[in-house]
């Protein structure tokens, strides 16, 4: 499709995107339309209404599928067969009480948040928030207080680390659409992470935690006590959660080592190196050293497959949801769409962070689903990134965290998360939005700051 030339100035494609937009979320919200539905539907009606020839639409919508798929897929899958290991062998238990006997129970909710932190990153966060409620809700019971000062931080830390940090679905999306390295998105992700989980969920917490009283529900995960048969070692559960960030980071810094001409790029080591650290193949290995340490003594061989297996499941709509998004994005960069807005953007002079941030914002409020809204504003904004002349691999990974910013704030009614939050930690919906929406906006925005506030400072 590389040859095929837009039949439309600017303003109607603009008005097809427009109509497309529009199309998408009246399906979503009002028909209630499945979105990988609503997605591929649209898909093919923006194709066509967009001058593609009719014999070309399904090659369009493939190729942007695919293109998604391949890289989302591998790691999605991947991500959640590590995450599902150490769910079930108990690895979130060992942490967060290794963490509470370091810091001190006085310090207990930072020492869940950080718990969360190091387990989101395989995490996907309904899952991560499901296995450490129990613990939250235990520790909350022994030393007292509001149960928004402990449950607020660690579910803070799970939404940060599932918007910021690769593998999760959404920056993994992001990436692939805008050409962005996905060692260094991770970096980026992981450093960002920190301060912003800190200043929205941590201070945020204590602070709604002396503000409203919450008590720990009765009816909700049992009694809250945590109980496993023969749960890893720390050092175990630490060694699988680092090894991956470990040979991503190798990879992005031997690959800057040869482009600048420090390290030969016909040394085997390198090579070797680079290859393992690709994110794939990263994870990939790390899936094999889960498998061997966590079910050494604990599970068969058929179990351990049950596992893995069963992990995949659940993930398959948003992998799904992932790969629709792409095929739209790819029908928008096709049909001219996505330069059509380029252009536009480059004659109003927004910067292209801060329109990335808005565009995925207006699709968070108005259609809820966070995955939707990273896949669709990284299709739009993906020719406005690619037209736009000196922006570094920092610079990219740092507009691939705006979107998901944007893509996070605002949480409401419309959202899945805020009623599993509001559910499990039993608030009605004008608590859950004084506490969850506000957490989930600060995440947002000061997520967005400190990405906007790097891209202005770096060279």
């Not at 301060?195 to 009765?218: I, K, M, Q």
Request: proline content about 5%; charged content about 10%.
């Amino acid at each position: 499709m590389e040859n095929f030339a837009p039949v439309y100035g600017t303003g109607p494609l603009l008005g097809i995107a427009a109509g497309a937009i529009a199309l998408l979320l009246f399906l979503i919200i009002r028909f209630k339309v499945h979105a990988f539905i609503a997605l591929v539907l649209v898909s093919v009606v923006t194709a066509l209404a967009a001058g593609i020839p009719v014999d070309q639409v399904v090659p369009t919508l493939l190729d942007g599928f695919g293109g998604t798929l391949a890289n989302v897929a591998l790691l999605v899958g991947l991500g959640v067969m590590i995450g599902s290991m150490l769910e079930i062998t108990g690895g979130a238990a060992v942490l967060a009480g290794a963490l509470i006997k370091l810091f001190g129970e006085k310090r207990a909710p930072l020492a869940l948040g950080v718990s969360s932190l190091i387990f989101g990153f395989p995490i996907f966060f309904d899952v991560g928030l499901i296995v450490m409620l129990p613990i939250v809700f235990s520790v909350a019971r022994r030393l007292g207080g509001s149960l928004l000062m402990y449950a607020l931080p660690t579910a803070g830390a799970f939404a940060v680390m599932h918007a910021f940090v690769p593998p999760h679905p959404g920056p993994v999306t992001a990436a692939v659409e805008l050409g962005a390295d996905m060692g260094t998105t991770l970096l980026v992700g992981s450093l960002l992470a920190v301060p912003t989980w800190y200043l929205s969920s941590y201070l945020f917490g204590l602070w709604s935690g002396r503000r409203w009283e919450l008590p720990v529900p009765d009816d909700v995960m049992g009694d809250g006590e945590v109980k496993h048969d023969n749960p890893p070692h720390l050092l175990t559960v630490l060694s699988i959660l680092v090894l991956p960030m470990l040979l991503i980071f190798g990879n992005t810094g031997v690959s800057t080592a040869v482009e600048t001409g420090t390290v030969s790029e016909q040394a085997l080591w390198a090579q070797v190196l680079m290859m393992l650290g690709q994110a794939p193949i990263a994870l990939l290995i790390t899936v094999l050293y889960a498998m061997a340490v966590l079910s050494a003594g604990r599970f068969t061989r058929r179990r351990v497959e049950e596992i893995v297996g069963g992990a995949l499941g659940p993930v398959c709509g948003i992998i799904l949801i992932t790969g629709a998004g792409g095929m739209f994005g790819g029908v928008l960069q096709t049909s001219g769409i996505g330069e059509a807005l380029a252009g536009t953007l480059d004659d109003t002079g927004m910067p292209v962070m801060l329109a990335a941030f808005v565009i995925a914002l207006a699709l968070r409020v108005a259609q809820g689903s966070a995955t939707v809204s990273i896949t669709t504003a990284a299709g739009l904004i993906a020719p406005a990134v690619q037209s736009t002349s000196g922006l570094s691999g920092v610079d990219l990974a740092l507009i691939v965290i705006a979107i998901a910013c944007g893509a996070t704030a605002l949480s409401h009614v419309n959202d899945s998360g805020f009623w599993l939050v509001g559910r499990f930690l039993n608030m009605d919906v004008k608590t859950t939005l004084k506490t969850w929406t506000v957490m989930e906006t600060l995440i947002g925005f000061i997520g967005f700051g400190l990405a906007f506030g790097l891209h202005l400072v770096l060279p």
